[in-house]
């Protein structure tokens, strides 16, 4: 069974500063690995996904890595402002045994940028 | 513009009666799903329905009903038999769900807050 982990559970760091969200996961038997952002009392909004084949993912101030192998994810965010502010969650999409296909969620990593 | 709307944003319960959640889709999805947040908790599928007229239980089904009459919606009824309904409910959709399409992200509604007392 997937398990999907994220470390920190929360973080809080000055405008300006870069950062590194963690995700790992348990089975490496996965089609892509996804990062949202969700704001208090909101839904997730889709940040970047990484397909199995990529090694990395960028959007503006935004970079995923993914490391099948090891089993690890990391979400780098550049130059951080206080709207960077929210919950980031990352999930993994099963590609073998009971998690075919199968989306699993870790916990989220709350994010505060202070001015 | 295209999205999800889950309504409505809060409801509220007594303890017995059974509850429907609306989720409507403007995006052509066929696939759409229902899940659950707690806090400290990721989320947690409890049903997800592939095209209009099917739908499969996910890991935390037992309590739950939904139905998938129209492409786009996909009402989830919580019933007396969930033993904590108290959660955050969010529900999304992506292009089908097949295994040419796991590559396809979510889109995700802003979600019902549901209390039951």
């Known amino acids: 069974k997937q398990e999907v982990t994220q470390i920190p559970a929360a973080l809080s760091v000055p405008e300006g500063e870069n950062l590194v969200l963690n995700c790992s996961f348990t089975?490496?038997?996965?089609?892509?690995l996804q990062w949202f952002r969700q704001d208090p009392g909101k839904g997730l909004t889709s940040l970047l996904l990484?397909?199995?084949?990529?090694r990395e993912q960028t959007s503006g101030r935004l970079n995923a890595s993914l490391d099948k192998s090891s089993g690890r994810s990391t979400l780098y965010i550049a130059a951080s402002q206080p709207g960077d502010s929210a919950t980031y969650l990352c999930?993994?999409?099963?590609?073998?045994?009971?998690?075919?296909?199968?989306?699993?969620f870790g916990q989220g990593t709350i994010l505060t940028v202070h001015p | 513009d295209g999205g999800i709307t889950q309504s409505p944003k809060y409801l509220f319960r007594k303890e017995g009666q059974n509850v429907t959640l609306s989720c409507e889709q403007n995006?052509?999805?066929?696939?759409m799903y229902w899940y659950r947040q707690d806090p400290g908790q990721g989320l947690r599928l409890i049903y997800y329905?592939?095209?209009?007229?099917?739908?499969q239980k996910g890991d935390i089904a037992e309590g739950y009903s939904v139905s998938r009459e129209k492409k786009e919606s996909f009402p989830l009824t919580v019933t007396s038999a969930q033993k904590n309904p108290t959660a955050f409910y969010l529900c999304?959709?992506?292009?089908?769900?097949?295994?040419?399409?796991?590559?396809?992200?979510?889109?995700f509604g802003n979600g019902t807050r549901l209390t039951v007392t």
């Open positions: 999304a959709s992506s292009t089908r769900s097949s295994h040419l399409s796991y590559n396809s992200p979510l889109h």
């Open positions: 089975d490496s038997a996965i089609y892509n």
């Open positions: 990484i397909q199995s084949s990529q």
């Open positions: 999930a993994a999409r099963g590609a073998g045994g009971t998690s075919y296909g199968k989306l699993t």
């Open positions: 995006l052509n999805h066929d696939a």
């Open positions: 329905s592939q095209i209009v007229n099917d739908f």
